[in-house]
T-cell receptor, first 112, second 113 residues
Framework: SQELEQSPQSLIVQEGKNLTINCTSSKTLYGLYWYKQKYGEGLIFLMMLQKGGEEKSHEKITAKLDEKKQQSSLHITASQPSHAGIYLC????????????FGQGTRLTINP | DGGITQSPKYLFRKEGQNVTLSCEQNLNHDAMYWYRQDPGQGLRLIYYSQIVNDFQKGDIAEGYSVSREKKESFPLTVTSAQKNPTAFYLCASITQGAVGELFFGEGSRLTVL
């Protein structure tokens, strides 16, 4: 079965600093999804990556999928308090079945 | 506005009691999912349903049951057979065949006393 490993598990950064969260898969990724979760709430979709080498950006968040399609990174530039939360990567092991498996999440804290 | 509604948001139950979590969506989505989230762990799939009157077990279905009598509703029952029911439960949905984002509800936190 496909497993996703996220690193780091938690991250504390000063407001304004850049940061990167990684997601590594045990198998080739057919689709990689990034979600954000505020504490005690549901998940909000951020971005989806499907092609090797693909990169997408939304505001100050950039996600990349490596050429081998086994690792993805999420980069936040000039972090703000609104970026705080839990970031989870998800993957579809059956290519279209939408039975996503998720990493354990990275808890991000932004200090003012 | 369209979305997914989970209720209750917080629920307490005594050991040995069954409890049902509600999940309703007005997005006209075909597929619905129940995930469980524990501290420091990712989401784990309990059950999913791709059409009305049909559902499949996920990775951790033991001790849980579901029904899908209506397209918009997918309730989850946590039975007394579930060994460690205290957790955060999330419901999600998507249009069948779509490749993209799952829409999630706000979650239900169950605590067994």
């Amino acid at each position: 079965s496909q497993e996703l490993e996220q690193s780091p598990q938690s991250l504390i950064v000063q407001e304004g600093k850049n940061l990167t969260i990684n997601c590594t898969s045990s198998k080739t990724l057919y689709g990689l999804y990034w979600y954000k979760q505020k504490y005690g709430e549901g998940l909000i979709f951020l971005m989806m990556l499907q092609k090797g080498g693909e990169e997408k950006s939304h505001e100050k968040i950039t996600a990349k999928l490596d050429e081998k399609k086994q690792q993805s990174s999420l980069h936040i530039t000039a972090s703000q308090p609104s970026h705080a939360g839990i970031y989870l990567c998800g993957a579809d092991p059956l290519q279209g079945a939408q039975k996503l498996v998720f990493g354990q999440g990275t808890r991000l804290t932004i200090n003012p | 506005d369209g979305g997914i509604t989970q209720s209750p948001k917080y629920l307490f139950r005594k050991e040995g009691q069954n409890v049902t979590l509600s999940c309703e969506q007005n997005l006209n989505h075909d597929a619905m999912y129940w995930y469980r989230q524990d501290p420091g762990q990712g989401l784990r799939l309990i059950y999913y349903s791709q059409i009305v009157n049909d559902f499949q077990k996920g990775d951790i279905a033991e001790g849980y049951s579901v029904s899908r009598e209506k397209k918009e509703s997918f309730p989850l029952t946590v039975t007394s057979a579930q060994k460690n029911p205290t957790a955060f439960y999330l419901c999600a949905s998507i249009t069948q065949g779509a490749v993209g984002e799952l829409f999630f509800g706000e979650g239900s936190r169950l605590t067994v006393l």
